[in-house]
């Protein structure tokens, strides 16, 4: 049996299933309810634990008042319940209470509340609070700006496996901030929050590798015609792509020169197949760069 916690955070929302232990008929119903998106059920099951005290259903009522789900929606209401769970100790829930207090929803503005329950929940190995500490120190909200200790977090956070810490933490060594510049490494901890389907780390790998393919690097050419035809630069004119392949191939990039001949043989992306060109491309592979 998988619990859905709904997990607020700075930058992102998604729904998780978490898996609980044996509890009582009513959790279990609310679980299903959750899963199913039947919100306004999950809420009649899960209230009364919560005013039980089970940290579990403070948590999802809390995320239901924020964002209005089977419930008017109620931010004092929901810090109310995240403020019941994180003292039971329930990280989600103290990471979103930190949020609650660095975007002063529910409550007043506070930094330094927000930094103390972030904290207690990336002590826990919570990672979007990981992250939001962070950046907390990136801007220098409620501490002193550190990019060193912005670094520290990002990094605790992207091992985690937060798509956005890798992609901050890879602009941090891009930009040399905190540390050695290093954009090969930067690009690695950005193409793996790319590859995790974040837009705003697609759209900076791509632009990494596009400023390198204008230095005539191929290698880049070829990372960037791919991105393009996947649509990490947005809605883009497939021959537009196509054409960065082109520059690729004739530098004597021989995957460039094979994605042409595939393109063509099958007729990808919306490129009409054409034989002849797939031939072309095809007999190129493997020859020297054209001069």
Same mark, same amino acid.
């Given at each position: 049996?998988?619990?859905?916690?709904?997990?607020?955070?700075?930058?992102?929302?998604?729904?998780?299933?978490?898996?609980?232990?044996?509890?009582?008929?009513?959790?279990?119903?609310?679980?299903?309810?959750?899963?199913?998106?039947?919100?306004?059920?999950?809420?009649?099951?899960? *209230?009364?634990?919560?005013?039980?005290?089970?940290?579990? @259903?403070?948590?999802?009522?809390?995320?239901?008042?924020?964002?209005?789900?089977?419930?008017?929606?109620?931010?004092?209401?929901?810090?109310?319940?995240?403020?019941?769970?994180?003292?039971?100790?329930?990280?989600?829930?103290?990471?979103?209470?930190?949020?609650?207090?660095?975007?002063?929803?529910?409550?007043?503005?506070?930094?330094?509340?927000?930094?103390?329950?972030? *904290?207690?929940?990336?002590?826990?190995?919570?990672?979007?609070?990981?992250?939001?500490?962070?950046? *907390?120190?990136?801007?220098?909200?409620?501490?002193?700006?550190?990019?060193?200790?912005?670094?520290?977090?990002?990094?605790? @956070?992207?091992?985690?496996?937060?798509?956005?810490?890798?992609?901050?933490?890879?602009?941090?060594?891009?930009?040399?901030?905190?540390?050695?510049?290093?954009?090969?490494?930067?690009?690695?901890?950005?193409?793996?929050?790319?590859?995790?389907?974040?837009?705003?780390?697609?759209?900076?790998?791509?632009?990494?590798?596009?400023?390198?393919?204008?230095?005539?690097?191929?290698?880049?050419?070829?990372?960037?015609?791919?991105?393009?035809?996947?649509?990490?630069?947005?809605?883009?004119?497939?021959?537009?792509?196509?054409?960065?392949?082109?520059?690729?191939?004739?530098?004597?990039?021989?995957?460039?020169?094979?994605?042409?001949?595939?393109?063509?043989?099958?007729?990808?992306?919306?490129?009409?197949?054409?034989?002849?060109?797939?031939?072309?491309?095809?007999?190129?592979?493997?020859?020297?760069?054209?001069?």
């Amino acid at each position: 049996m998988e619990f859905k916690k709904i997990l607020t955070t700075l930058v992102f929302t998604g729904l998780f299933l978490l898996p609980i232990l044996s509890f009582a008929g009513p959790l279990e119903k609310g679980s299903a309810a959750l899963k199913q998106k039947n919100y306004k059920k999950a809420h009649s099951l899960l *209230l009364p634990l919560a005013k039980k005290g089970n940290a579990l @259903a403070q948590y999802n009522i809390g995320v239901m008042y924020a964002q209005g789900l089977g419930v008017r929606k109620n931010e004092k209401q929901a810090v109310q319940w995240y403020l019941k769970a994180a003292k039971q100790g329930d990280p989600d829930a103290q990471s979103n209470l930190g949020l609650m207090y660095e975007t002063g929803k529910g409550v007043n503005k506070d930094f330094r509340k927000a930094m103390e329950w972030y *904290l207690r929940s990336a002590k826990q190995g919570n990672s979007v609070a990981q992250n939001n500490i962070g950046s *907390l120190y990136l801007k220098g909200n409620g501490v002193k700006k550190s990019y060193k200790k912005a670094l520290k977090w990002f990094s605790k @956070a992207a091992a985690n496996g937060s798509p956005h810490a890798q992609n901050s933490l890879g602009g941090m060594y891009v930009k040399g901030l905190g540390v050695k510049k290093n954009i090969n490494k930067g690009l690695e901890w950005q193409m793996k929050a790319a590859q995790q389907g974040l837009p705003t780390a697609q759209q900076n790998v791509f632009m990494t590798y596009y400023n390198m393919a204008r230095q005539g690097n191929p290698g880049a050419m070829h990372n960037m015609a791919t991105m393009c035809l996947k649509g990490w630069a947005g809605k883009q004119d497939p021959r537009g792509c196509l054409s960065w392949y082109e520059k690729a191939a004739n530098k004597g990039t021989d995957a460039s020169r094979g994605a042409l001949a595939k393109i063509y043989e099958k007729g990808l992306f919306g490129i009409a197949a054409n034989e002849q060109k797939a031939n072309y491309w095809k007999a190129q592979i493997g020859k020297k760069a054209k001069q």
